[in-house]
């Protein structure tokens, strides 16, 4: 498989995509305060030839810069510090429209709805599967491109 496959052929139902017209594969950036998650979020994306940076806060995220450039962000509800929800405001408030999903332990009604209303494209409850997660990426990379 190529770098820039987003995935290998099999795996998905349309085209596999390039990056945003660099040639690099697409960006997706996680924030979670959980390392595992964060780990294991990017050894599926990296194993499916995608680009992966990941972040323990949202305010990490916010100072890299990424938020204009990335191809995907999924992140965490509930983390310590900056809440999930208080970044996607804070994205918007920067004149980002960054493809997001979110990420959950917890499956709050409300949050679920305050997400889709802030333009989330997905809301996985923890744990998902897999192709559930890459199945949602595809989705946001197919609106970047």
């Keep these: 498989m190529s770098r820039l496959n987003a995935y290998p052929a099999e795996m998905t139902n349309t085209q596999p995509r390039q990056g945003n017209g660099t040639g690099l594969p697409?960006?997706?950036?996680?924030?979670?305060?959980?390392?595992?998650?964060?780990?294991a979020i990017s050894t599926l994306l990296r194993s499916v030839g995608l680009?992966?940076?990941?972040f323990e806060s949202g305010q990490d995220f916010m100072r890299s810069g990424l938020g204009t450039s990335a191809d995907c962000l999924i992140v965490d509800l509930r983390m310590k510090?900056?809440?999930?929800?208080?970044?996607?405001?804070?994205?918007?408030?920067?004149?980002s429209i960054l493809p997001t999903i979110f990420i959950?332990?917890?499956?709050?009604?409300?949050a679920?709805?305050?997400a889709a209303a802030g333009g989330a494209l997905g809301f996985l409850s923890?744990?998902?599967?897999?192709?559930e997660l890459l199945d949602h990426v595809n989705s946001a990379l197919a609106r970047r491109i």
């Design 26 to 39: 697409p960006l997706i950036c996680v924030v979670d305060d959980d390392e595992s998650v964060r780990d």
């Design 51 to 54: 680009d992966c940076r990941t």
């Design 81 to 95: 510090g900056m809440s999930g929800l208080e970044l996607q405001t804070s994205l918007a408030h920067a004149g």
């Design 104 to 110: 959950s332990a917890h499956g709050d009604e409300d």
């Design 112 to 114: 679920k709805a305050r």
């Design 126 to 131: 923890k744990p998902f599967e897999e192709r």
